[in-house]
């Protein structure tokens, strides 16, 4: 089992940058497909970003592809969610998430385990 623990959220304005971490605990961490979701308010929650076992895959949202950047430290048990160009239409919470799968995927029905998420909220 995994758990997961987001930070980093918070209050930015537009065109400015934050960066989400998202730790893990348990020592399998790198066996995990591992994800960022969010859902704004009144909205489904959405696949944003997953990165493979070792970091060498990722894929994106095109929302969001270009401005943010998935990455992981299996070492630290640790996911970052750099977020660049943050637009208010990004304003939402975000989740990590974990996943068994063996390729990468960006069905949120596909992740075993969730964080708890943190909220961004971009002002223009």
């Known amino acids: 089992q995994v758990q997961l623990v987001e930070s980093g959220g918070g209050l930015v304005q537009a065109g400015n940058s934050l960066r989400l971490s998202c730790a893990a605990s348990g020592r399998t961490f790198s066996s995990y497909i591992m994800g960022w979701f969010r859902q704004a308010p009144g909205k489904e929650r959405e696949f944003v970003a997953s990165?493979?076992?070792?970091?060498?895959?990722?894929t994106y949202a095109g929302s969001v592809k270009g401005r943010f950047t998935i990455s992981r430290d299996n070492a630290k048990n640790t996911l970052y969610l750099q977020m660049n160009t943050l637009k208010p239409e990004d304003t939402a919470v975000y989740y990590c998430?974990?996943?068994?799968?063996?390729?990468?995927?960006?069905?949120?029905?596909?992740?075993?385990?969730w964080g708890q998420g943190t909220q961004v909220t971009v002002f223009s």
């Open positions: 998430a974990a996943s068994g799968q063996r390729t990468l995927t960006t069905s949120k029905g596909e992740y075993n385990y």
């Open positions: 990165i493979s076992w070792r970091g060498a895959s990722t």
